[in-house]
């Protein structure tokens, strides 16, 4: 077919059509009656109403149970490298119309479904990106998004890092890590929030690096923690636990990771900003706070930033008493007046589900959660109305009395 047509037709099965006339963008297999014409993944499909009006226009992957992604409504436009090209143009704009575009600093360049752009990630660190691809159809348009990258950013290079693997598993994805376009660097790419510096490890470190998304949260946080003890459980590089430190001059921090090379990067990232008050300890989250609580121990401040507990929908309830098991202890943790701060990066825990697990916590606990803040990913981030499930973060800052 020529580019960006459709080589096939997807089917909706009767009365299934109306989230798509919204603008969802994510099309699952049983919401396809069937489908006309022989598309390969990553192919471009129409999609039609039963009695087959045209409804949107997307890219087919028969090994995924997200079966067909949209990238245009209404207008049968061309998926072309004249699209993508104009999609990620668009996205850069807006980080610099957002002020994002600080060379010392990092910031998402591209956040899927926020973006159009479903299935990839685009992160800016310095003068590197790296890219993540999360969609089999992104995949297949590799080569346009590295080429359009290179001549909007100019970056010294474009770093390809592997999706999660149960996620590559069920797009059909095999994409090694790898220099996708110039050079790797050396070593730590260095990047400066709010006036910390930060060492991060596109090669091996978490998501793509660094977790951008929590910039905000990290100052909102420390204007709370002024004299305070502070713990930071799941602190990886001490985004949280340095911005305390620093900018929120507590009187101590203790950050704990289970991982021997984040607690390595706490102390470099401590050390490259002169700080002295910082106590990093690799241990294992769970039971670390279950001794602090069994020693009698008491934070002014609590901070919870875990990994993803929840990777679908199914594991919900097991996600929640895992975030209710910590919470609950990190109350009995925090002095009266004390401060928690807690996070879920977990996309299938609803905001609601987060605050009302909270709920849950106070209730076992005993004790008053004023809310004082709820918040989500900073502006880099953007969600799109149409796909609110990519509203995957949710930090709460309260006043446990």
Same mark, same amino acid.
């Given at each position: 077919?020529?580019?960006?047509?459709?080589?096939?037709?997807? #089917?909706?099965?009767?009365?299934?059509?109306?989230?798509?006339?919204? %603008?969802?963008?994510?099309?699952?297999?049983?919401?396809?009656? =069937? /489908?006309?014409?022989?598309?390969?993944?990553?192919? /471009?499909?129409?999609?039609?109403?039963?009695?087959?009006?045209?409804?949107?226009?997307?890219?087919?992957?028969?090994?995924?149970?997200?079966? /067909?992604?949209?990238?245009?409504?209404?207008?049968?436009?061309?998926?072309?490298?004249?699209?993508?090209?104009?999609?990620?143009?668009?996205?850069?704009?807006?980080?610099?119309?957002?002020?994002?575009?600080?060379? !010392?600093?990092?910031?998402?360049?591209?956040?899927?479904?926020?973006?159009?752009?479903?299935?990839? #990630?685009?992160?800016?660190?310095?003068?590197?990106?790296?890219?993540?691809?999360?969609?089999?159809?992104? *995949?297949?348009?590799? *080569?346009?998004?590295?080429?359009?990258?290179?001549?909007?950013?100019?970056?010294?290079?474009?770093?390809?890092?592997?999706?999660? %693997?149960?996620?590559?598993?069920?797009?059909?994805?095999?994409?090694?890590?790898?220099?996708?376009?110039?050079? *790797?660097?050396?070593?730590?790419?260095?990047?400066?929030?709010?006036?910390?510096?930060?060492?991060?490890?596109?090669? *091996?470190?978490?998501?793509?690096?660094?977790?951008?998304?929590?910039?905000?949260?990290?100052?909102?946080? !420390?204007?709370?923690? =002024?004299?305070?003890?502070?713990?930071?459980?799941?602190?990886?590089?001490?985004?949280?636990?340095?911005?305390?430190?620093?900018?929120?001059?507590?009187?101590?921090?203790?950050?704990?990771?289970?991982?021997?090379?984040?607690?390595?990067?706490?102390?470099?990232?401590?050390?490259?900003?002169?700080?002295?008050?910082?106590?990093?300890?690799?241990?294992?989250?769970?039971?670390?706070? +279950?001794?602090?609580?069994?020693?009698?121990?008491?934070?002014?401040? /609590?901070?919870?930033?875990?990994?993803?507990?929840?990777?679908? =929908?199914?594991?919900?309830? +097991?996600?929640?008493?895992?975030?209710?098991?910590?919470?609950?202890?990190?109350?009995?943790?925090?002095?009266?007046?004390?401060?928690?701060?807690?996070?879920?990066?977990?996309?299938?825990?609803?905001?609601?589900?987060?605050?009302?697990?909270?709920?849950?916590?106070?209730?076992?606990?005993?004790?008053?959660?004023?809310?004082?803040?709820? =918040?989500? !990913?900073?502006?880099?981030?953007?969600?799109?109305?149409?796909?609110?499930?990519?509203?995957?973060?949710?930090?709460? #800052?309260?006043?446990?009395?």
């Amino acid at each position: 077919m020529p580019d960006g047509l459709p080589s096939g037709t997807a #089917i909706l099965k009767p009365r299934r059509a109306r989230p798509f006339f919204g %603008r969802h963008p994510w099309v699952l297999d049983s919401a396809i009656d =069937r /489908v006309e014409g022989e598309p390969a993944d990553g192919d /471009v499909v129409d999609l039609q109403t039963h009695d087959g009006q045209f409804v949107a226009r997307g890219l087919w992957n028969s090994q995924s149970r997200l079966r /067909v992604r949209l990238y245009a409504f209404g207008t049968p436009v061309p998926l072309d490298d004249a699209l993508w090209r104009s999609r990620l143009a668009a996205a850069v704009a807006l980080r610099k119309s957002l002020g994002f575009d600080d060379p !010392a600093g990092g910031c998402r360049l591209v956040n899927s479904e926020g973006d159009d752009l479903s299935g990839l #990630i685009v992160d800016r660190y310095g003068d590197y990106l790296a890219v993540q691809v999360t969609a089999l159809a992104m *995949e297949r348009r590799l *080569e346009t998004i590295g080429d359009t990258l290179e001549s909007l950013v100019a970056p010294r290079g474009i770093l390809l890092r592997g999706a999660e %693997r149960g996620l590559s598993k069920l797009e059909g994805l095999h994409l090694p890590d790898r220099v996708l376009r110039g050079t *790797e660097p050396a070593g730590p790419v260095f990047v400066v929030e709010h006036g910390l510096r930060f060492g991060v490890d596109l090669a *091996e470190g978490q998501k793509t690096g660094f977790y951008l998304d929590q910039r905000d949260n990290r100052r909102a946080a !420390a204007l709370y923690a =002024r004299g305070r003890r502070v713990l930071d459980m799941f602190s990886y590089s001490g985004g949280f636990a340095l911005a305390c430190a620093v900018a929120g001059r507590a009187a101590s921090v203790l950050a704990v990771d289970t991982s021997a090379k984040a607690t390595a990067l706490i102390e470099a990232n401590a050390a490259l900003n002169g700080v002295a008050n910082v106590t990093a300890e690799t241990a294992d989250a769970f039971q670390r706070l +279950d001794s602090l609580a069994t020693a009698g121990e008491t934070f002014g401040m /609590v901070v919870l930033d875990p990994p993803k507990f929840a990777r679908s =929908r199914a594991s919900l309830d +097991d996600a929640l008493r895992a975030y209710h098991r910590i919470n609950r202890v990190a109350c009995d943790l925090l002095e009266p007046g004390g401060i928690l701060v807690t996070c879920s990066c977990s996309g299938s825990v609803s905001r609601e589900d987060f605050l009302q697990m909270l709920a849950g916590v106070a209730q076992r606990a005993g004790r008053t959660l004023q809310l004082l803040e709820v =918040r989500g !990913a900073a502006a880099d981030h953007p969600v799109s109305a149409s796909c609110l499930e990519g509203e995957y973060l949710k930090c709460v #800052i309260a006043r446990v009395v």
